[in-house]
């Protein structure tokens, strides 16, 4: 977003100056307020987890604690998970049972396990990804604006992260193309529904041409998260076509790890998460799988398919969530068109789903809205978060997480943001006349 154009250019010198002093003011008196608000992470808020606490009741010592297949629950085995688990996560991924592992709470395990799994082991029986990078240093696609988690995995592996644009419907795909033609380029970050945190769902157009992919190196792999799958805040809501089905029919069945997890539909201090991949992925995983444990936490998982039945059970809880976080969405919404839009400084998105407000400043301002906000009370997840290494080239994006507040806080953080976006725009605006001479 550029900032000619902009309200604030509009004005006379002293217009502005005068403008400045009353935001500064404005901002002293938000300060004496001694606030404490959090729009930072994308936790869910009490009101969701109440959703959910029921849950923990489906199970007791008076239960059946028999999986479909007999397994006694409290005893070790069933490595890849119980039947009942990984038919449920089959239906939310659309894959069939036997292509599903169950994991443990967390996704991000799963998803750190697979790379951890490439360096040491190698993918599929390739040279591992360690042993390949004493030779040149390996590469990995993130696309922009991300998941600061993922990033984090990648980086931590020692992978050179390459920045690529994540347009309305998707990856930039000629970029990906381009870049996979490099054997250096391991894999790829994708967040396909409702992204984190630009909200946006890749197009059938995107997934197919993911899907055909041809990289030069045998052990790249796109690392599907798909989070946000289940997390529409209207029943009217975009669909995603089925990476599986996109990967068999371009003879490329072996690309894709996908990942979910209960995090965010029940309660991500206790879910279960679940990765899908072809029958020679999951064997290659398996061998290491079967030295790191015995069995994830199966009772957990049968209190979860007890308690949200098949994938219709699943779309019911999430329409009660989503009549949490639709108001608090449709705030912010309200909240920033009734602040900024006759200022024209600023672009956000208005998500149909997932947890984010991707929130687009003028270029140089979001360092500075965010410390100013901090100082004012209102913590917001760090500028430049959303790009590798912390590093947004153009200093103007930030991430919005409207779940957790209390409606009342959030509309409160939201006034704090609004003034503080205001000043820095306006300074900016001053900035940008030098001296500051009167021009009009
Ligand atoms: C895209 C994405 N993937 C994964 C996670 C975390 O998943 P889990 O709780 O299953 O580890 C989050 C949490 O914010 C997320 O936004």
Redesign the pocket.
Known sequence: MKMPGSYYDDLTDSELAGEIDALETQVDQIKARGLSLNMA??KPCPEQLELSTPMLDVLGSGSSLFASDGTDCRNYGCLMGIPEARELFGQIMGVPADRVFVGG?????LMHDVISHGMVHGIAGCEPWLLQAQRAPLKWICLVPG?D??FAITEYFGFELVSVALRDDGPDMDEVERLVADPTVKGMWC?PMYS?PSGIVYSDEAVARIAALRPAAPDFRVMW?N??CEHHLYDDHPTLANVFDACEAAGNPDLVYE???T??ITL?GA?V?AMAASPANLADLKAQLTVQMIGHDKLNQLRHVRFLRDVDGVHEHMRRQAQVLRPRFELVDRRLTQGLADLRVATWSRPRGG?FVMFNGPEGSAKAIVSLAGECGVKLTGAGATWPHHDDPRDSDIRIAPSFPSLEELDEALDVFVTCVKLVCARLAAASRGTGADER
């Open positions: 992470r994308g709470e967390s996704s991000l395990t998941y988690r993922h967040v984190n998260d989070a946000y990942f979910c997890s995090s965010k991500p879910g998460s947890y």
